[in-house]
């Protein structure tokens, strides 16, 4: 990937109810969810699974730096103790999704994340901007190879590519 820096790219109550489970003392509890889609869009009966390369770098590399703790310092939120516990976040779960370039269906987990509470928790949101956008890109451009293919001929319509 290209060292954006995703790790404030998520929706904010993953952040606040990564600290209740902190203060709670429940961080280090276990979490399991599935990525998984409920229609498909467009009704075009497919979708195909991409992301993964994406998903595989950002947990690799997810970490927040002194500006990244700066900024939720500034929120007056969070406590200390888990701004203290952001500073050397690390993932440490497990994660199973099905291979690249799968044609999915809805309902169906994609990606299955096991790990302690807070770590799940603060991936949810990037897993999803990323399968949805990249599983998006690859959907659609297998629909118009697709519909290409049916119809023409070196881009010449003929009847035996209709």
């Not at 990244?68 to 203290?84: G, P, Q, R, V």
């Not at 993932?91 to 302690?116: Q, R, S």
Request: charged letters at 25%; glycine letters at 4%; one cysteine or more.
């Amino acid at each position: 990937m290209d060292n954006r820096k995703l790790e404030l790219v998520t929706d904010f109550y993953e952040f606040t109810m990564s600290n209740g489970f902190f203060i709670k003392d429940m961080s280090k509890k276990t979490a399991y969810f599935d990525v998984f889609f409920r229609e498909i869009p467009d009704n075009g009966g497919y979708v195909i699974f991409a992301g993964l390369e994406q998903i595989i770098d950002y947990v690799k590399n997810l970490h927040f730096d002194d500006e990244d703790i700066k900024y939720l310092k500034s929120k007056n939120i969070f406590s200390d103790d888990f701004l203290e516990y952001l500073k050397t976040f690390k993932f440490t779960g497990d994660i199973w999704a099905i291979p690249e370039g799968t044609v999915v269906f809805p309902n169906e987990p994609l990606v299955t994340v096991k790990a302690p509470l807070i770590e799940a928790q603060l991936l949810e949101t990037t897993l999803l901007l990323l399968i949805n956008h990249q599983s998006l890109i690859a959907t659609k451009s297998s629909r118009i190879v697709n519909a290409a293919k049916r119809s023409s001929c070196y881009g010449i319509w003929c009847k035996t590519c209709s």
